[in-house]
């Protein structure tokens, strides 16, 4: 997610991105974080972090981090808790490094509700620290809202770090009690923190998460002393984002960079999103900036764009904004838009059971399925989405 924020009295701020940059030393933290204000703190985080040394005061709409941390925006009160929690809560330096040495901090020093806004502060010792781009994790914003537990989140964060090597290596299983925030005396017994805690937040996170996660235990006399995650990418696929300043450099030169960019969508998400899926983020921006000069948006174009490119609904291509290789594709060889919308009607109208076959049949022709779901039953990228259905509409008209 990626919303343009402003201020009564202010300058629109930048962007919030989908993905939040967070200093490891912010996530191997004592866990005593509730999963309310865990999410909380990360928008906040994301929200701040391009001005965390040149702005004191951070200011984001009540109802927009209510969105971003899948909660109701009406509950004023919760999220009043939420944000006195996160300020008697202690940030502790860093869990998982064996120096000796030891810095904390309050991760909040100040916060406030005031006219449908919500304003925070870091102190600037804390604001120095997690600014500092030595090391950082990135944390989907967007998965985020869907684990059900603070438990899953933790474990998350302080896995999600080394995804790059595959393994958390060998951490004791009282450090990961402090890092998941699992201190209850209940837990005290193995059994009991392994039951609740450990397999219920790997269930989770591999669930709702990018990440695979498999638990290794080492025992001595018999009892578990240490535990080890194993952690692959979902499907087996390389994560997210632009790996090489060539790739990236050549993203910025593209009419999808310059035109999500221009409707106040962070450089680093547009080059994701090119990265992904160049014809989708071509045409959400063209879709988005038709509509801003139509003045149909009442919100933050960067938001609605947004939510064009993540939905799952076929996107619109003007005319003067498409391709001639893509309007031959989308209007059939004969360019009929009413034998396309007849098309459509037919696909949509299509079991799982018989689009599912008609997939298998044009991957068997050689056509292109890889952002195919079986679960939706929707392309994710227009141009394998677009060839199928110019496709079908051959396969349809020779009945």
Not at 136 to 146: D, E, V
Not at 220 to 246: M, Y
Not at 304 to 311: A, E, S, T
Not at 364 to 377: K, L
Request: one cysteine or more; hydrophobic letters at 40%.
């Amino acid at each position: 997610m990626e919303i343009i924020v402003s201020s009564k009295n202010s300058h629109p701020l930048a962007p919030i991105p989908s993905e939040l940059r967070k200093h490891v030393a912010a996530i191997h933290t004592s866990g005593q974080l509730s999963f309310l204000e865990r999410k909380m703190f990360n928008v906040f985080l994301a929200n701040a972090f391009d001005t965390l040394l040149s702005q004191r005061r951070h200011v984001i709409p009540v109802n927009i981090l209510a969105d971003m941390i899948g909660f109701n925006s009406k509950n004023v009160g919760d999220l009043k808790d939420a944000l006195t929690g996160i300020m008697k809560k202690v940030l502790e330096y860093d869990l998982l490094a064996e120096t000796g040495d030891w810095e904390a901090a309050p991760l909040l020093a100040y916060a406030a509700i005031k006219s449908g806004q919500c304003h925070y502060e870091f102190s600037s010792f804390l604001a120095e620290k997690l600014a500092d781009p030595e090391i950082y994790t990135t944390i989907n914003l967007h998965l985020q809202r869907k684990v059900s537990g603070a438990y899953a989140l933790a474990l998350y964060e302080n896995c999600v770090r080394f995804r790059s090597v595959g393994s958390t290596g060998w951490i004791s299983v009282q450090k990961w009690r402090m890092l998941l925030g699992a201190d209850a005396s209940t837990y005290d017994e193995f059994k009991h923190f392994n039951d609740q805690v450990i397999k219920k937040s790997i269930i989770d996170v591999n669930k709702n998460m990018d990440i695979q996660l498999t638990a290794e235990y080492r025992r001595e006399n018999r009892r578990v002393v240490e535990i080890k995650f194993l952690i692959e990418e979902k499907g087996g696929g390389a994560r997210g984002g632009v790996s090489n300043d060539a790739e990236l450099e050549r993203i910025k030169s593209t009419e999808a960079f310059r035109k999500l960019t221009a409707l106040g969508v962070g450089q680093s998400l547009a080059a994701t999103w090119i990265q992904q899926d160049p014809e989708r983020a071509l045409a959400a921006a063209n879709y988005t900036d038709k509509k801003v000069s139509q003045k149909l948006i009442k919100s933050s174009p960067a938001g609605y764009v947004r939510k064009v490119f993540l939905g799952d609904a076929e996107i619109p291509l003007p005319q003067e904004n498409a391709s001639p290789a893509a309007a031959g594709h989308a209007a059939s060889s004969s360019g009929d838009e009413e034998r396309l919308n007849e098309v459509r009607a037919k696909l949509a109208a299509l079991s799982d059971a018989e689009r599912a076959s008609y997939v298998v049949e044009y991957a068997r022709e050689g056509g292109a399925v890889t952002s195919y779901n079986p679960d939706t039953g929707k392309f994710r990228i227009l141009a394998e989405r677009t060839g199928f259905t110019a496709w079908l509409s051959k396969k349809f008209s020779q009945r």
